[in-house]
């Protein structure tokens, strides 16, 4: 079983980032990478994930600077309007077993181009 609130190097997501597992890339820059989902929620699903080894939300708030966060959301920003989602989307974050986060590297969800119901899609 995984430890979701250690970073483990063998993530998904770190395999991803090393190019190591392919992807289908939507944006990236030196702060981000976004990518499709490959088990898609919404007609558009696309992950988000912080370039450096944060395991969560909370570790990610924790170890970076402001400004640092504050690029990262801006990122996240840019990939909305280049996803064209003009009649809004979903942004999760899951967080910890509780939260149901599986990979333990930190990625928002940008779920949209469908009237999403409820809370939990
Ligand atoms: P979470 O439950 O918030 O940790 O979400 C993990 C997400 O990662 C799920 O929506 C999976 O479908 C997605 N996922 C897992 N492996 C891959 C992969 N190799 N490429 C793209 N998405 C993935």
Do not use: W
């Not at 702060?31 to 939300?57: R, T």
């Not at 170890?63 to 640092?68: A, G, L, M, R, V």
């Amino acid at each position: 079983m995984i430890d979701i609130y250690k970073y483990d190097d063998n993530n998904v997501f770190a395999k991803i980032l090393r190019n190591q597992i392919p992807c289908k890339k939507v944006y990236e820059d030196k702060i981000c990478l976004a990518f499709e989902d490959i088990n898609p929620k919404a007609p558009v699903h696309v992950l988000v994930i912080p370039k450096i080894k944060a395991c969560s939300f909370n570790d990610f708030i924790d170890k970076s600077d402001e400004n640092s966060i504050a690029l990262f959301f801006k990122s996240i920003r840019k990939i909305t309007k280049l996803l064209n989602l003009e009649k809004g989307y979903r942004l999760i974050c899951n967080v910890g077993n509780d939260g149901g986060q599986e990979v333990p590297h930190l990625h928002f969800h940008i779920l949209g181009k469908k009237r999403l119901s409820g809370l939990i899609p």
